[in-house]
């Protein structure tokens, strides 16, 4: 164990490339076509945007007129309590949504129950250890572990196992940070379904060394 690579530890094969999420900002309509426009002409192939309350089906339905091949998520950041989601979600359906990331506030999340998910759902602040995972089980379909959330990767990796053992989906985010906080999340995202380590893309200057950006994709 002494020489052995965190990767060889943890019994996980690194990939020369990963697909990462970019995410957009809460901002205007306009702005958020902008916005899109401008991570589709750098490359981005997955695109997560962050929404409050307003303007909701119109900025994705812009969204998806910029971007007609991405892929698309929405991050709907807590905001969507009182709303009909059931509604919402039927009104979103013909964009091809990925994902809706916690619409509700963690533990005000018991609506969820109530109808099926034609949208799968990602728990993100309802979800920051392994075992709060048997309790959101029924709630949503997904997660997203971030290390800065959980504590560090030996408790993301424990979240990796127990969302398999319950049938969730994974996803591995990030608070803003630099590359050297991205590298350390890399071997929870080598097991993910879904990547969302664009947080040096944010960054005014970057630690070295550097991960590489280009074209929507992490280059190890």
């Not at 807590?78 to 990925?98: K, M």
């Not at 990602?122 to 959101?136: K, L, N, V, Y």
């Not at 969302?163 to 985010?173: N, S």
């Not at 890399?186 to 990547?195: E, I, K």
Request: hydrophobic share 45%.
């Amino acid at each position: 164990m002494h020489k052995q690579t965190v990767w060889q530890q943890v019994g996980i094969q690194p990939h020369a490339s990963l697909i990462t999420t970019e995410t957009l900002s809460i901002a205007s309509l306009e702005n958020t076509v902008a916005a899109t426009r401008d991570a589709i002409s750098r490359g981005a192939q997955v695109i997560k945007l962050k929404l409050d309350r307003s303007d909701i089906v119109e900025k994705i339905a812009a969204m998806r007129d910029a971007a007609p091949r991405a892929t698309l998520m929405v991050d709907a950041t807590e905001s969507w309590a009182g709303l009909d989601l059931l509604s919402l979600c039927h009104a979103l359906l013909p964009y091809n949504i990925a994902l809706i990331e916690q619409p509700l506030p963690a533990g005000k999340d018991q609506e969820l129950l109530r109808f099926s998910h034609h949208i799968p759902l990602c728990a993100d602040e309802s979800c920051r250890h392994a075992s709060d995972i048997p309790g959101i089980r029924r709630r949503y379909e997904m997660i997203n572990i971030k290390l800065d959330k959980c504590g560090g990767l030996t408790e993301a990796l424990a979240m990796v196992r127990e969302a398999r053992l319950h049938g969730l989906k994974l996803m591995v985010g990030c608070l803003v940070g630099s590359s050297l906080a991205m590298e350390a999340a890399l071997p929870v995202a080598a097991a993910s379904d879904y990547v969302d380590l664009d947080g040096p893309l944010w960054l005014a200057a970057d630690s070295s060394p550097y991960l590489t950006y280009h074209h929507g994709r992490i280059w190890l």
